[in-house]
Nanobody
Framework: QLQLVESGGGLVQPGGSLRLSCTAS????????IGWFRQAPGKERERVSC????????NYVDSVKSRFTMSRDNARNTVYLQMNSLKPEDTAVYHC??????????????WGQGTQVTVSS
């Protein structure tokens, strides 16, 4: 069962920044699209962003456009989500998942524990 490991979450004040990381220790992320998802208490799970296998294509949900940037370092087998100008409504558990296509369809990896992001003063 493929599973990715998320890290980098924490408590930050509104307007602050965090960088989330997504990696795998037993397989390569190369050649696969990666999506970041988040789920806040009482809300539906939401896809935040996606990056293509070569990093050439990224897309974002409207609520995070111009604030979040996704990138990947295939040499480090890691995908990042740089989050700037954080807002309280960004508070959620963030998960990353592996896809064959551009983050559509059934993910190839299972849901992990995620990393908690809390934006609060």
């Amino acid at each position: 069962q493929l599973q990715l490991v998320e890290s980098g979450g924490g408590l930050v004040q509104p307007g602050g920044s965090l960088r989330l990381s997504c990696t795998a220790s037993r397989f390569t992320l190369n050649g696969y699209a990666i999506g970041w998802f988040r789920q806040a208490p009482g809300k539906e799970r939401e896809r935040v962003s996606c990056i293509s296998s070569n990093g050439g294509i990224t897309n974002y949900v409207d609520s995070v456009k111009s604030r979040f940037t996704m990138s990947r370092d295939n040499a480090r087998n890691t995908v990042y989500l740089q989050m700037n100008s954080l807002k309280p409504e960004d508070t959620a558990v963030y998960h990353c998942l592996l896809f064959r296509g551009l983050c559509s369809g059934v993910p190839l990896s299972s849901w992990g524990q995620g990393t908690q992001v809390t934006v609060s003063s």
